[in-house]
């Protein structure tokens, strides 16, 4: 049973439709705002991987041995990566304004209260 998957032209999120069989034509409505304009999506490969080995990729020191805090554009990259372990939980375009808003400097620091211990 093959898994499509469509993104809405109106609110641009993921739509994820389970048909029977290959052959069957299927009426694709957003689940998020109901439009009915959805464009078919290329699907990913996917190889499922337990909460615990995501966690263990994201602890490994070598992972973020690039990052430099006060690089907006290493923040981002760091982001990405973040994005790409967790999968669709951290993806769209919502997150993806988030990462060019911290790359472009539009987010203030200023609320920041200079203490670095966490």
Do not use: W
């Not at 049973?1 to 439709?17: D, Q």
């Amino acid at each position: 049973m093959p898994i499509y998957e469509y993104e809405c032209a109106k609110c641009h999120r993921r739509t994820s439709v389970l048909t029977t069989r290959v052959s069957e034509r299927v009426r694709v409505r957003c689940d998020h705002c109901g439009n009915r304009k959805l464009n078919r999506l290329m699907s990913r490969f996917a190889m499922p991987r337990s909460e615990e080995a995501r966690l263990d990729s994201l602890g490994d020191a070598s992972t973020f041995s690039d990052y430099n805090e006060r690089d907006p554009k290493s923040i981002g990259k760091v982001m990405r990566k973040l994005g790409r372990e967790m999968g669709d939980e951290m993806s769209g375009p919502e997150f993806e304004q988030a990462i060019e808003d911290v790359e472009s400097g539009a987010i203030d620091d200023s609320s920041d209260t200079g203490d670095d211990d966490f």
